[in-house]
């Protein structure tokens, strides 16, 4: 039923991401004082590898297999993967830790005091507002493309691009915050972004759907 799709897909699939995603992000921008920007980046490059690999896999999968049986290998892998690699994850040295609780004015913020300020604020509604503007071309990019007349395996390619993109996006931009400052870069890649998702609406043929995918995956992932 709806329910239990919603429960096991939105609601369990989400705490998974954000169980994975979040800390690892913290543990390396904890652990890094120079070039903090390109480190982030290259950590957050591995969730584009999963367009490159996975989607195919998956189109492949749903074209010779039910659904359900195509999201059960899938659990499988992800799990074969994923346990493994929780052994590499180490927490940031205790002295970084010590460093990054000092507050600009000397004091010590705990949580309440950073969940409240006006900076933590503002940087969640950017990125709540990034991720729901870039999730809306990811989830239904494909679909799209179907109806336009493009075969399931064929649309699966142009995620597969926005994957690549994303890639090399990440690193990219790393490089950029590194340089000109995270705020700047970061305003930048939100407003191609917004450009990127818009221009959607203006292509129906493959060559099209590429052109986009390149600078919208460039765009999301390096923001």
């Known amino acids: 039923s709806l329910w239990q799709f919603q429960l096991s897909y939105g609601v369990l699939m989400g705490i998974a991401v954000a169980s994975f995603f979040a800390p690892v992000i913290a543990a390396t921008a904890a652990s890094f004082e120079k070039r903090r920007n390109i480190a982030v980046s290259l ?9 490159l690999t996975m989607s195919p896999l998956v189109a492949w ?14 659990g499988v892998v992800a799990w074969a993967l994923t346990l493994p ?14 460093r990054q609780e000092d507050a600009i004015d000397g004091t010590v913020a ?4 950073a969940l409240r300020s006006r900076a933590f604020i503002v940087l969640a509604l950017a990125y709540f507002a990034c991720c729901a503007a870039h999730s809306g071309p990811i989830f239904h990019t494909v679909s799209y493309a179907v ?15 926005e994957g690549a993109a ?11 915050a590194d340089r000109f400052g995270a705020k700047p870069v ?15 609406l203006a292509v129906n043929r493959l060559d099209g759907f590429y052109a986009v995918a390149i600078v919208f995956g460039m765009a999301y992932g390096g923001t």
Do not use: E, K
Request: aromatic share 8%; hydrophobic share 55%.
């Open 43 to 51: 950590v957050s490059a591995g969730v584009g590898v999963a367009p």
């Open 85 to 98: 690699a929780v052994w590499f994850v180490r927490a940031a040295p205790a002295s970084t830790h010590a």
């Open 166 to 176: 994303g890639l090399g996006g990440r690193v990219l931009f790393g490089l950029m």
């Open 186 to 200: 970061l305003v930048a890649g939100l407003l191609v972004q917004s450009v990127g998702a818009v221009s959607y």
């Open 110 to 113: 705990n949580a309440g005091q």
């Open 61 to 74: 999968l749903v074209s010779h297999y039910d659904w359900r049986q195509t999201l059960l290998v899938v």
């Open 147 to 161: 109806g336009c007349g493009l075969a399931v395996t064929t649309a699966v390619t142009i995620y597969s691009m």
